[in-house]
């Protein structure tokens, strides 16, 4: 390890750049809690506690992404299915840690105010649409696949194609009733994945 770059870090970053080392393939965030707390790392937390556990581990990985980047070290990937150190790809140092897109979710976690201003009402919501998501998401594919579109469609190609369809299948044009109302099923899933995510209650102003 570059002691120079470790001094930089403080003793919680230093930690985590450690065990993430030891794991280049990268781990899941249970497994990643796993190594940072123990054994059975959530047992017993409510929905209120899980949820500040989660949120300060990404904000230390974000943080953590952040020093990498800045100091010219490399980057992070960060998902609740696997977080793992990348390479810097070439890419300059970068001092004022300035992203080269704009980053909702790292702004998100960086921020302690959430962490702070987030009730117990607001996690419940939060798992709600989750949930929510979680459900459509697993039907996406079969909402792309009734469109003829690949998983990787964007916006604009699911909004071409579904106009395309429902002119030639809209009955009243004497197209076929049932592939029509397929059609129009596929895209309302397709709508319902743009949803946003709800605001957190301090964030509600």
């Known amino acids: 390890m570059d002691r120079a770059f470790l001094r930089t870090l403080d003793p919680e970053l230093r930690r985590l750049y450690a065990v993430l080392r030891r794991h280049p393939a990268g ?10 707390r123990g054994d059975s790392p959530l047992r017993g937390l409510g929905e209120l506690e899980l949820f500040r556990v989660h949120f300060l581990l990404f904000h230390h990985l974000y943080r953590l992404r952040q020093a990498l980047e800045r100091g010219g070290r490399g980057s992070l990937e960060i998902h609740v299915l696997r977080i793992r150190l990348l390479p810097l790809q070439g890419a300059a140092p970068n001092p004022r840690c300035l992203p080269a897109v704009p980053d909702p979710l790292a702004a998100y976690y960086l921020d302690l105010g959430h962490l702070v201003h987030t009730r117990a009402d607001d996690v419940r919501e939060m798992l709600r649409w989750f949930w929510r998501r979680f459900r459509i998401h697993m039907r996406r594919e079969d909402a792309l696949r009734v469109l003829g579109l690949e998983p990787g469609a964007s916006g604009g190609e699911i909004r071409r194609r579904f106009r395309s369809l429902a002119r030639q299948h809209h009955p009243d044009l004497g197209g076929d009733p049932e592939r029509f ?18 605001a957190p209650r301090g964030d509600r102003r």
């Open 27 to 36: 781990l899941r965030e249970y497994e990643l809690l796993e190594r940072l």
């Open 181 to 198: 109302r397929e059609v129009v099923a596929a895209m309302e899933v397709l709508r319902t994945c743009e949803e946003p995510a709800p």
